[in-house]
Structures are given as C-alpha cells and as structure tokens.
C-alpha cells in the first residue's frame, strides 16, 4: 500500500470516527497528521468506545461496537486492544496481514499469548507497559522507549516472528484505554512495519561510516559541509594539518577560521549558495572550473594561518546531492602545493634569469619549432641584428624575411641539424636583412623533448662583420708591414753599398776632372774622359737614388710654399712629358708650408710625370694639384705610421691604363718595373717613397686597370716661419789662396782631394787620421783655415777632430764630407742645420763653390 492510499483510508476513518461521536454528542480529539495523527486518532477511538458504554442498559451494544469494530478494521496500521486484564479484545485486519493469525484466534487471549506472534514466544509488549510501567522491563525489552506527554509510548523493535517467521522492523504506540470516569479499563496499540526505512537508514550508516572511514584514512585533508553551512565531517589528516580537532569543528560553521584566521565563506560555502558570481572576487586569479567533475571549482590560495609563515594550498569543491538533484551539502580536498610554488618560483626565477641572460647576450639568440621551423623566439640582439622587432618575427619563418635562395640554405642545414641531433657549426654565414648585409659565425643544435626526439632547434650567431673586417684590415697591415720590413731591408742594403761606391766614384770623378783640366779639349783623350765622367755621374745619381729610397739621402731641408716650387718646374715639366698630353696645374689656395729639400720635390715631380707620361698611350691629361687636409685617427687604419694631423696634399692623377693589383703589390720596389729593357731602371718610384718617408709623410694610390692612376702624396704642415729659397752658388768654380788641413782615412782619396785643391789654388795639409791631423796642427807655424774631414774615421770621428782642432787654431773652419748615408753620418752629429757639408762622391766644380761658400761665410 502506498503512502497516498495509507493516508486517503486514515482520512476515511476519521471521519467515521468524527460521524460516530458527533452521533454520540462528542467532538474528537484530532491531532496533526503523521504519527500523531494515528495516536489522537486512537484516542478519539477510545472516546467513542466510552460512548458507547454509557448507552442506556436496554440499547444493544453489538451495533456499537461492530461500529468501533468496523473503524479499527479500516486502519492501514496494524492495531490491537487488550482490557484490563490483558485478554485480547481488538484484532484488526492490518494485524492478520502482520502476525499471519486471525481475529479469531487472538480474541480472547490472555497472560502476554498476543506476544507469540510476534517474538514466538509470551512476553509483555509495549502496551503491557502502557498498563504498567516498568523500567527494567524496558531496558531488558527495548533500546529506548519514548514518552510524549507521559501518556503515549512509542518504540521501536526487531521482532523476529511477523509474516510467519519473516521478521520485519515494526514501530509501536501504545497507550491506556479509560472510561469516562477516567478509569483506566485497557490499552490499545499500533504497529507500522518500518523494515525498508530501518535498512535505508542502516545503509546510510553503513554508507557514512564508510565514507568517513574512507575521508579519515585519507592523507588528503577535506571536510564537508551540511546544507546550512555548519561542518559535517573533519577528516584526521585534515585535524593534523589545521592543529584543529573534528570536535571542535563537526556542527559549527567556523570551517574557514583556521585556514584565514576569520569567518569568511569557502569555496564550499559559496557552492551550497550557488553563489558562483562571488568566486572571483574572492579567488581573483586563482580558480578555475574543474574539467573533472561538473559544477565543481578549483583554485589555490595562500593561507597565512596554516604552518609557520603559512602555506600554498590547492583545493577543489563541489556539492553533495540527492538522486532528485538536490543540494545536500559540499565537500572540499586541500592539497598542500607550498612546495611545489616553491619551485615554480624558483622555476620562474631561474626562467627570469634565463630569460635575462638570453636577452643581454650579444649574440642572436633564435628558437624555432622543429616541424614548421618557424621561430617561437627572439632576443634583443637578434632584434637589432635583422632589424626586425620580435613580434614580427615570432611565428614566421625564414621565407618571410630572406631571398628564397638564402632561406631554402638555412631551412637545409636546420634539417640537417635536427636529423643528425649533433652541434652544427657555421663559421661563415652571409646574411641580407633589414639593417644590412652582416657576416655571422652560426651554431645550431637540436632541443630533445622527454623521448628524445628533436622539439625545438637552438641558434646561436655571433655577428663577425666588424671582426671581419678588422681581419681584413689586420691582413692590409701586415702585408703593408711585410712590404715595409722588405723596402727596409732593401734600403738598408742600398745604404751599406752606398759609402764604397761613392768613394770609388768620388775617386773617378776626382781624377776625371784633374786629367780634363790639364788636357787641350781637342785632343782625343778629352773625348774620353767626358765619356767616362757621365759615366760616373751616372753611377753616383744611381747611388743618389738608392739613398733616397732608403732615406738616408743627405738633404738640406728648407721651409718652402709648394706651389711656388712647384710652379718653377712646370715649364720643365710641360718638356719632360711632351706636346700630345697636356699638363693641368689645379693649385690649393692658401697652402701651408712644408719644411724639405727643394730638390726633393724636383725628384718626386719628375719621377711621378714620368711614369704618368709613359702610362697614357698617345693623347692624355696628367693633372697636378695641392690642397691643404686634415687627418683623424682612421688614417692610421691604412698607415699605421701615419700621425694624425695637418698634411698638405700633392696629388699627380693621369687617365693612362693603370695597374694591377699585382703590380700595386710591387710598385715602390727598387728596380721593379713594367717598362721595356733599357725604358727605365725601377727607382723613379722608389726614389718616391724614400723621399716621402723621410720626410714624414706617406703615399697612396688609387689605380685600376684601364682607368689610369692617382698618386696622393701627403708632406706633413711646417707651423714654423717660413723662409725664403737661398740663393745658389756662382756657376763657375772659384779657386783660392788658403790652407787647409785634409783628413780622410782612403789614401787613395786623400790624394785625390790633395789634387784638387792644389789645382784651385789652395794649400793643402794631408792627414790620413786624426791624431796625426792634430799633430800636423799644433807643429804648423801658420794659420789654418779650414778643416776639410771626414765624418766617419777610426777612433775620432770628424766632429770630434773639429772640436779638438778648435783649441789650436780657434779661427778655423771646417768642412764636413762623406760617402756614408744619412743616418750613419747623423749618429756622427753631422747633420746638424750648422755645420757645413758636403757629399761624396763630388766634382772638382763642386768642391771649388762649396769651399768658398764657407770660408767666405761670416
């Protein structure tokens, strides 16, 4: 029977009850429905039963009473009545179905008989107890027995024989029956078969025992919340972690007091509420919806109240429902993660750092992923190398910023890369991109992922375009260095020659002009010895060039204006290199000085027509020009030797055919030359570049093949006086009267110049070294009047006789001469601007103008 049919037939019999005392001149005492309503609606029986007793003695009671009958028949609970005495005087239908006897049977009965269906035994019952209370009944009897109002008893009970001997859980009420005087004449009771209500509250025992022997034995802390919020269960590991016991938190709603240290809802609490709207404000940040289990929430959160300095936990909830969906409550799982943020953090930290390294290397540092090799990362450098920003770069590839040829040879070495999982090392990489054309030094290695397979493909590339060019310029400089160490070698060998080939030449020089002024110039010799004069004069400007391409030419250097000098040459010049080329003089305004031998500038100008002349084949232009320029610290990138400054510039360009690199490489070596045999002697050039060299300057020049040459030619600016040309000597020799002491340590030479001077007229004292000068010196009785000396002699040098010969004749004058270069004759102190000097090898006329020009000198 169910409920509904249970409560439509105890409607139908209060009602008949109601009908019955109504009749009978009575209201009933009806209660709410339920339980209740069954134990009034006993009551009202028992009103109507005392009703029916005070009928007069002549109206029959069997109507009434199969009235009362007839109700208690219609009652779904199974419902008995005892008298008195205990004998059976009620059996409802309810009760045959429930003990499996009949009214018949049991009407009458006695002495506890109405107890053998139930426990298959006699035994008082709780309506037994309803006559007579008896507490040691009841605790041997029942676990409980419940009073309302101290009338109506209410129990529960296994009993073992209802149904037959099927058993079942019943609940009884039972109270005591009195008359109208309120005398107590019996007691009825009603039984409800609770057997499926007992097994589904046993199993929800069962079910939450096991549940919270399942939380407790759980290591992960959780609790769960009831419908209004207070705690229902407090798991161990959950008491271990707070430091609060489940005591103190099962049945109150303080659940969030040990985790914030204050009242405020839990994720739980926000669930029963369904106040999801509230999770971030309360988690910003934090939370996120479970992918698990619908309807429930995840988040992490510090909680500064657990632990010493508090802790990082993650905790998920959701709510607890009943089979109709409804919420029930809600459980929450706490996972302690506070080292696990450690290491993220520390993770994140070393990322950081990471990252900061990657992003303040120098070098470009680039990822990309290993299927599509297209770039997931960028560093600054790597920004700043291409010219692109990262966010232009990431999720491209190579095709997107590089000529499809370049990119197809970067896409094959990453292949190659990722396929042989080994260190790929480009040293040379040329790279076209947005800032320009860039050489790299690139290496590639392949990122495994957990089974070792390529993921990722690392670059690194270190932009080597500077450097390499600065190993360019590195390999200029020591190939220009290489090239001066072997001119400097080549002069060093021409200035050691340079002393014994003078003195010879002075030697046929010398006697040359001793024979030529004592033969008649028709006679057949004189032909001669001119032919062997040139000769000489030949070989000694050969000499004279060699030194001035070691730079040990003796000079007399003098401050001059260039264009002044070099406008006195143009006339020679316009004859030097022909009517068909035409000389274009473009001279500088305002030109500073420069401080050099003026024969020096003949040597260069000369030299530099010349070669421009025989470069241009037929009609040409040679252009000559002179401006003033100042130089930083770069020229030293093409001239280590330069020294930054002012310079004035003389530059001779022509439009003939050029060089080669190769001959570039040679240009300034003596006697290398590209002419035919017989054309030249290979030291026009290198008389040049002596020349410069030696007066602080350099040389550069610009020429290809078939687009002529520039030679520029940079003299170091005089910030001195400048001063005027001095003028030359007489042109015919002069002869004198004087005597003068010679001393030179070649007798063959000493003779010689003995010779000469006595042919112009002079005195001559002969000395072959310089003690022997001084003591010719203090024994001669007159005055002399001029020293003529060699520089270089064994033991006293030249400079020093002059002084010691200063003590013994203080009027004298002396004459310096030598075959040696410059820098030998320097270290003797020869070379000072006011001593007097003369250069072997030299001519008769040579020495005549010399030796006048000092001992006429004041």
């Known amino acids: 029977m169910t409920e509904t049919q249970k409560q439509s037939r105890i409607d139908r019999i209060r009602d008949m009850v109601r009908e019955a005392l109504e009749d009978e001149g009575s209201s009933p005492l009806f209660s709410t429905k339920g339980e209740d309503e069954i134990d009034s609606l006993a009551v009202s029986i028992h009103q109507l039963i005392e009703r029916v007793k005070l009928r007069k003695a002549d109206e029959p009671l069997w109507d009434s009473y199969k009235t009362l009958d007839e109700i208690i028949d219609a009652l779904p609970d199974a419902i008995f009545a005892i008298d008195r005495s205990g004998k059976v005087i009620a059996w409802n239908r309810s009760m045959e179905q429930l003990t499996q006897v009949s009214k018949g049977e049991m009407i009458g009965r006695e002495r506890y008989e109405y107890a053998i269906p139930f426990y298959g035994r006699a035994r008082p019952l709780l309506i037994d107890l309803a006559l007579l209370p ?27 024989s209802a149904y037959g001997g099927k058993g079942a859980y019943l609940s009884g009420t039972a109270s005591k029956l009195r008359d109208s005087s309120g005398k107590i004449i019996g007691a009825i009771e009603s039984l409800r078969d609770i057997t499926e209500r007992k097994r589904t509250e046993e ?12 939380l407790d034995g759980s290591p992960i802390p959780q609790f769960v919340i009831g419908r209004d919020h207070r705690v229902v269960m407090w798991n161990k590991a959950l008491e271990k972690y707070s430091g609060v016991r489940a005591e103190e938190m099962v049945g109150t709603d303080g659940q969030s007091v040990p985790f914030y240290g204050k009242k405020r809802p839990t994720m739980a609490d926000l669930l029963i509420d369904g106040a999801v709207e509230k999770i971030p404000l309360l988690y910003e940040g934090k939370y996120a919806k479970s992918v698990l289990v619908d309807g429930a929430y995840e988040g992490t959160d510090f909680f500064p109240e657990i632990g010493d300095g508090g802790k990082w936990l993650y905790f998920t909830a959701s709510t607890i429902k009943d089979s109709k969906g409804n919420i029930l409550g809600a459980v929450e799982t706490l996972e302690d993660v506070t080292e696990h943020k450690r290491a993220e953090e520390m993770l ?8 900061s390294i990657i992003e303040n290397i120098p070098n470009m540092i680039f990822i990309k992923d290993s299927r599509e090799l297209k770039f997931i990362r960028f560093n600054r450098a790597g920004e700043h190398l291409l010219g692109y920003r990262r966010e232009e770069l990431i999720g ?10 370049q990119a197809d040879f970067f896409l094959k ?40 397979k390529p993921a990722y493909l690392l670059g690194i590339s270190e932009d080597i375009t500077e450097r390499k060019r600065a190993e360019e310029e590195q390999d200029k400089l020591r190939a220009q260095f290489a090239q001066a160490q072997k001119m400097e070698s080549i002069g060093r060998l021409a200035g050691g020659v340079a002393h014994d080939f003078n003195n010879m030449l002075g030697v046929i020089i010398g006697y040359t002009d001793l024979a030529f002024s004592r033969v008649d110039p028709a006679h057949p010799v004189a032909a001669s010895l001119q032919q062997i004069r040139k000769a000489a004069e030949r070989s000694a400007n050969l000499t004279r060039q060699l030194l001035a391409f070691a730079r040990k030419q003796t000079i007399v250097p003098k401050v001059l204006d260039l264009n002044e000098t070099l406008e006195s040459m143009l006339k020679f010049l316009r004859r030097l290199i022909g009517e068909d080329i035409d000389l274009i003089w473009q001279p500088g305004n305002g030109l500073w000085p420069v401080n050099m031998d003026p024969s020096q500038i003949d040597q260069i100008l000369a030299n530099l027509c010349v070669n421009a002349r025989d470069a241009i084949a037929g009609i040409g232009n040679i252009t000559i020009e002179t401006e003033n320029v100042t130089l930083g610290e770069s ?4 001239h280590p030797d330069c020294v930054p400054g002012d310079y004035v510039l003389l530059a001779v360009s022509d439009d003939g055919f050029g060089m080669s690199g190769e001959i570039l490489e040679n240009l300034f070596e003596p006697f290398f030359t590209t002419k035919e045999s017989g054309k030249g002697t290979g030291l026009g050039l290198a008389t040049v570049y002596g020349i410069v060299k030696q007066n602080n300057g350099f040389i550069d020049v610009d020429s290809q093949e078939g687009n002529g040459s520039n030679f520029k030619i940079y003299l170091p600016r005089y910030k001195g006086r400048l001063e005027g040309l001095q003028e030359e000597g007489p042109e015919a020799p002069p002869r004198g009267h004087e005597t003068i ?3 030179e340590d070649e007798e063959v030479i000493l003779k010689m110049n003995i010779m000469m001077l006595q042919e112009l007229g002079y005195t001559a004292l002969a000395s072959s070294c310089p003690d022997d000068a001084l003591r010719i010196a203090g024994e001669h009785p007159g005055e002399i009047h001029l020293l003529l000396t060699d520089v270089v002699m064994p033991r006293m040098n030249g400079l020093e006789l002059s002084r010691s010969l200063l003590s013994l004749h203080p009027k004298v004058k002396c004459l310096f001469m030598s075959g040696y270069p410059a820098d030998v004759i320097a270290q003797h102190g020869v070379l000072d601007k006011s001593l007097n000097f003369i250069q072997k090898p030299f001519s008769l006329r040579s020495l005549a103008v010399t030796l006048r020009g000092v001992l006429e000198k004041k």
Not at 203 to 214: K, Q
Not at 348 to 355: A, H, N, P, T
């Open 635 to 638: 020229c030293r990138a093409r």
């Open 134 to 160: 008896d507490d040691d009944y009841e605790k041997d009897h029942y676990n409980y027995v419940f009073r309302k109002g101290g009338a109506i008893l209410y129990a529960e009970a296994y009993v073992p």
């Open 741 to 743: 002491l010679v001393v």
């Open 203 to 214: 199993a929800l025992r069962n079910s939450e025992n096991l549940l919270r022997n399942i």
């Open 396 to 405: 491209k590839s190579d095709y997107d910023f590089f000529p499809r040829e």
């Open 348 to 355: 994140k930290e070393r990322e950081e750092f990471l990252s």
């Open 413 to 452: 070495k990453d292949r190659e890369v990722l396929e042989s999982g080994q260190l790929y090392d480009i040293p040379e990489e040329l790279v076209e991109s947005k800032s320009g054309t860039r050489i790299l030094h690139t290496k590639k290695i392949p990122i495994p992922d957990r089974n070792g």
